[in-house]
């Protein structure tokens, strides 16, 4: 069946350095792809999200890029904030209005 | 933006009480709403998946007659844990698709903490 696979936390970084979370993804056909973050104590909030090929979603300066040959949907930001300190969980849908799939979450510590 | 509810926002109660959880769209109109559960440190795992006006569709190993959903209104649903025990202390969330279209995003509620003692 599908599923989502992204990299084994936590990640420690120092505010301004550079982020990478991998996730690659099985799936029968073409899926939608998110990211989600979940700050401390709070529910999932969209972060960005891609939903064929090629597409880039992006906000809050996080990056992803929908690549079908890789099946990847990597997570990069340039310069982390220690405000970016969250759990980061990779997922996809197969179709619209079906439920997602989640990856196991990637727990990001950025220290000042 | 679309915004999702959750009430309690956490419960503890004793062995063998029932709880009831809600999940409200509160601008839009959910024709279906998902519940999952997350265990500490964990993701997110589909319970069940509930359509307004019908019965809700379990995954496997999620035992129907004792997480009973119920999704009566375009706007909310309810999960009840019947017959509590501590295994099912956990963070359960929902999630609601807007009706119609073609967008697939989904919007969480912000969960709900059971322990159950």
């Known amino acids: 069946g599908d599923s989502v696979t992204q990299m084994e936390g936590p990640v420690t970084l120092s505010e301004e350095a550079f982020l990478t979370i991998n996730c690659t993804y099985t799936?029968?056909?073409?899926?939608?792809l998110f990211w989600y973050v979940q700050y401390p104590g709070e529910g999932l909030q969209l972060l960005l999200k891609a939903t064929k090929a090629d597409d880039k979603g992006s906000n809050k300066g996080f990056e992803a890029t929908y690549r079908k040959e890789t099946t990847s949907f990597h997570l990069e930001k340039g310069s982390v904030q220690v405000s970016d300190s969250a759990v980061y969980f990779c997922a996809l849908s197969a179709q619209a209005g079906t439920a997602l799939i989640f990856g196991k979450g990637t727990t990001l510590s950025v220290s000042s | 933006g679309a915004v999702v509810s959750q009430h309690p926002s956490w419960v503890i109660c004793k062995s063998g009480t029932s709880v009831k959880i809600e999940c409200r769209s509160l601008?839009?109109?959910?024709?279906?709403m998902f519940w999952y559960r997350q265990f500490p440190k964990q993701s997110l795992m589909l319970m069940a998946t509930s359509n307004e006006g019908s019965k809700a569709t379990y995954e496997q190993g999620v035992e129907k007659d004792k997480f009973l959903i119920n999704h009566a209104s375009l706007t909310l649903s309810t999960l009840t844990v019947t017959s509590a025990h501590p295994e099912d202390s956990s963070f359960y969330i929902c999630?609601?698709?807007?009706?119609?279209?073609?967008?697939?995003?989904?919007?969480f509620g912000p969960g709900t903490r059971l322990t159950v003692l």
């Open positions: 799936a029968t056909g073409y899926p939608s």
């Open positions: 999630s609601a698709t807007t009706s119609g279209g073609s967008t697939d995003t989904q919007y």
């Open positions: 601008d839009f109109q959910a024709t279906t």
